[in-house]
């Protein structure tokens, strides 16, 4: 594979000596391009550890992590800017869409663009394209209070997308909504994964659209394994 | 349609930035060290003034009479009081004789004793200037001796001498009692003039000493004010001129004067040239003896010259001057005053001409280099 | 790249502008604090400047007439005047005390001015309104601090005087406006009591049988009558001729007259050095605990305002924001708030100023001092907030 994300053997332990948390004991992950899988685990389970590691947010203690052809983890960081890199690299989709409240739509969008030093007028220019792809391109001038709580949502997912990171992680982005909304949002996710070569990581426990997952990690006590979903076919109508 | 709220909030944030800037520029300019001095500037003009003198003077009586005895005493009875008219002449009151009605008798008994005295020499002398002459006609016809007609003729000398002894005796036994009419008169107080009895010091039964008050009397007709001017703004006085008068009672009503006289001698303690004051038209009723009145002197008006208000006069490094504006520029021009009048007009001998703008208020003292503003008050200052 | 602190602000525009006011009305209070000092000193000052003097003569060893009782004759001046370097010599006396007008009672101090011309030491060097003095007596000028009119009539002790001009700026140490009658109006208002005194006077005097001898017709009124004038003036006001230096002629009249001679530095370290001194230090302490608890503010209000973002600034550093640029937001918009309250503080010190009972004098010097202070707090207090803000882990966006 050519981009993607893949995990080999990450651990993470909190404190030590007698005090010491083992929250991941030994994760194995990978998600090719395009392709959307869930993470599912009970509360505990090192979810959230795990979510915090791919995403560059703590350092793991030990493992492999590769994104792309970059071996950004390797039991040390092989990167120097963390920060590029999550900029760059990642994206992020969040339970709630946490959008800057001061900039309007297409300037929620365009920030990232920008902070990688892209010229105001091309960001926004990628903005706009993303947000037309999301169906929300008629909101480009609102401010996030002015829009309903799905389409934050998917000016989120603009957000995430922009910088055409190989990888996105979504940390329950469907929990506040209602079945419908919920199952637009995974299609989303999908056309967008096949549509930008992207993989997508969707933490959830959402009954709802657990169902939708081709392919699923459990994780319990700080260990995945990995099991075939139900790929149920998603409708196609858009519900916003 | 979705852009306008937000231009709207931009527009109005910096609508409230410019406005905050401009009140600060604002604020920089017109108040504090930076701002203008605000001034008022009037144009000179020529004319004359008329001069006049102030000075507070009091109510007097021109001739104020200080009665009473020329002796130690006691006064017996005093026949008037304060505010009762009087004639020259009228009997005012009276000092005790004490024993003096006794000894004018005893001396008048003394006078009747050497009249008796004067009698009784003239009857010796007559006897003996006839024995004499009897005697003289004997030795004549040579019935008698010469020393018989020796002795008769000396006794005759002795009696003329001894009448002469007791005429002497009795004109000094006149004059004595003269003197003692004269003192009991003394104790009689009268009046020296007509008048208004203006005070009573003493009642009687009191004793009082030679030379005390013990009524006076004050001509009531020739009231005038003894008036005092500061000696450094009295300039011009002198008798004859004509004045107004204010009487602290009567604020008013004023009054016509005339300066009667210059006083020769001034008051070095207190700097004040003194001056006597005349009432030039009637008085009724009369002010009280004492009250204050403000008394205007006019003095002849000058003749024409640039006049300018005191208010405009400054002192800038030891001189008299005035700021003039000249091209709109501030300077300051020295100049030599003249006469002034008492609403503060002020002539203007040299340094100035007609014509010259000048400064009369300004908010702050001024120097060279202010920066000033023409106004037409200063701020601050009532209508 | 976007100003992240320009959309901030624009966004919630009205609440910046209004924390802005606040702090600015803060920052006006301080300044005007300052300005009281300020004022103070400059009353001293204008106190010294209006008296028209070079030479202050007064009483031997006091250290009159401002900071302490000084009793002279009021012919000393004439032996002044002919020390060598003296061009005028004028007497004066001051006495705060109440002046009445039909309405009013005000606290003012009564100088007693010389007769003369303008240009007199002593005399009020400018006027806004009216004229000076003409008369001998019953004239006066007063400040319009005093709230008197022209053609007011004001009574002092026992007599009424005509307001016939008015000055700007004339007032005593204490900030007492100052009214001007002629000195020998002054020197009775000083000594004389009111009427009933005078009386009780008069009869105390006349049963004294040391004044009151009955073979002496006319010494109880002699007696009387000089116990009824009042030979003494507070201080003589002396002007130099050109040339000479005021420390030598001052060291002239000390020896010969056996008087005590102030120049004007040596007045002005009275004023400012002891008759001041106490409350300029009162004023001093609060001005400095005033700046302080501003400071304080300022940098509460920025941190407060930094902590209300933290959740955004939590996800702009997930989303790949440098330190650098959350940095300069939280500065920009402190800075920004800085000179909004500046310039808010300023205008309104400037336009509450005038009404202060005594002077508010606002310098240019205090006022960019007061700049710069506000710019280096609000520099310091946005360090506080960015340290807050850069400590933030990014990690905390990603809840649970």
Redesign the interface.
Known sequence: MTTGIRIEGLTKRYGEGETAVDALTGVDMSVAPGEVVGLIGP?GSG??TL??CL?A??EPTSGRMILGDDVIYDNGWKIDDL??L???KIG?V??AP?L?????VT?NVA??P???GVA?GIARERAVELLGALDIAHRA???PS?ISGGEQQRVSIA?ALVNRPPVILA??PTAPLDSVRALTVIRILHEMALRYETAIIVVTHDEKIIPTFKRIYHIRDGKTHEEVGEGRALPGADHA | M??LP?KGRTMALVAVLLALLGLFAFVALRSGPLAPVAVTVTTVTSRSVAPAVFGIGTVESRYRYRVGPTAIGRVTRLLVDVGDRVVAGQLLGEMDPVDLDERIRALDAAYQRTDAAVREAELRRSFAQTQAERYEQLLAVRSTSEEIVATRQQERQVADVALLATRAERARAGDERAALLAQRRNLRLVAPAAGLVSARDVDPGTTVAAGQTVVEIVDPTSLWLSVRFDQSSARGLQSGLSTRILLRSRRGEPLPGRVARVEPRADAVTEETMAKVAFTSALDPLPPLGELAEVTVSLPATANAPVIPNAAVQRVDGQSGLWTIVRGDLRFTPVTLGASDLDGNVQVRSGISVGDRIVVYSAKALSARSRITVVDRIPGVAP | ??S?AG??I???WGKYVFTGIGLGLLIGVTLTMAGVYRGMVDDGKALLDNSGAELWVVQKETLGPYAEPSSLNDDAYRSILAVQGVAQAANITYLTMQVRSDERDVRAMVVGIASGEAGTPGWPPYLVAGRQITRSHYEAVADIAAGFALGDRIRIRRNHYTVVGLTRRMVSSGGDPMVFIPLKDAQEAQFLRDNDAVVQSRRRTSENPAFNRAGVPGLLDAVITSQSRNPFVNAVLVRLRPGYASDDVASSIERWQRLTVYTRPEMEGILVGKLIATSARQIGMFLVILAIVSAAIVAFIIYTMTLGKI??IA????????NR?IASMIMQQALGLGLIGFAVGKIAASFWAPFFPKYVLLIPGDTIAGFFAVVVICMLASLIAIRAALRV???D????
């Open positions: 509360s979810k959230s979510l915090k995403g947010v703590i920060r590029a999550r900029r760059d992020y969040f339970q946490y800057i409240p001061f900039l309007d300037d920030l990232l920008m902070l990688a105001n001038k609102a401010m002015q957000r940390d329950e | 979705k852009g937000f | 790249m976007i992240l959309r901030d624009q966004h919630e959740r955004e996800v702009l550093k997930l989303i790949g924001t440098r640029t882990d990014p990690a966006a990603i809840g649970g």
